[in-house]
């Protein structure tokens, strides 16, 4: 079974532009989280997604927005770039069951000049 | 207040020797579950261990077992017979309804060292 994949891997941008990052569960998996990962915060949630309905929002600006898909593919979208938001961001989907394991993709590293 | 608290920025520990990473958290919840992720310097996060609040045994996978005390609010891994592999960032994670839906929050990590 293929594992979760992100696109870009990698991404530099600059402050004021917007960016889409892509997320790919695995098959079956109908959840996609997305978290945020810098330095100085750790991992930070971002969103939930089931079934093309955002469950839960974490505590970011409304510059930071996403939708899942039918296909439960997911996007996320951070318009109005700030240095700050230069981070690794990781997708994660997980199976049926409210406690099941999340299964981490790779991530896209974006770094904002 | 920390939901997740990982009290150990760095540890070491020498090769084939055991090492226990430190969690406790914070709930009102009776239901929630207990995550140990690692997090290699590639930056995949890749599952270790699970724990569920109404499990009453001590999950187990392998080299991990998690020391679940549920009175004092502490998931530690425990690291059987370290290698030189296991180096890497450790996240302790808690999912917990929240607001109808569920949560998932991680501690800030603790970098364990294996030494040869």
């Known amino acids: 079974k293929a594992g979760v994949t992100q696109t870009p891997r990698y991404l530099i941008k600059t402050r004021g532009q917007q960016v889409t990052l892509s997320c790919s569960p695995i098959s079956g998996h109908r959840s996609v989280s997305w978290y945020q990962q810098t330095p100085g915060q750790g991992l930070q949630f971002l969103f939930e997604y089931f079934s093309e309905t955002q469950r839960n929002k974490g505590n970011f600006p409304g510059r930071f927005s996403g939708r899942q898909f039918s296909n439960s593919r997911s996007e996320m979208n951070v318009s109005t770039l700030e240095l700050g938001d230069s981070a690794l961001y990781l997708c994660?989907?997980?199976?049926?069951?409210?406690?099941?394991?999340?299964?981490f993709g790779p991530g896209t590293r974006l770094t904002v000049l | 207040a920390q939901k997740i608290t990982q009290t150990q920025p760095g540890m070491f520990v020498q090769e084939k020797e055991a090492v226990t990473l430190d969690c406790t958290y914070d709930?009102?919840?009776?239901?929630?579950?207990l995550f140990w992720y690692k997090q290699p310097s590639s930056g995949e996060m890749i599952f270790l261990i699970y724990?569920?609040?109404?499990?009453?045994q001590n999950a187990t996978e392998g080299r991990y077992s998690l020391n679940f005390q549920k009175a004092r609010k502490s998931a530690n891994l425990v690291i059987s017979a370290s290698q030189l592999g296991d180096s890497a960032m450790y996240f302790c994670?808690?999912?917990?309804?929240?607001?109808?839906?569920?949560?998932?929050?991680f501690g800030a990590g603790t970098r364990l060292f294996v030494k040869a």
């Open positions: 724990q569920g609040s109404y499990d009453e």
């Open positions: 994660a989907s997980r199976g049926l069951g409210t406690y099941n394991e999340q299964f």
């Open positions: 994670a808690m999912r917990e309804p929240q607001g109808g839906g569920f949560k998932t929050i």
């Open positions: 709930t009102s919840d009776q239901s929630y579950g």
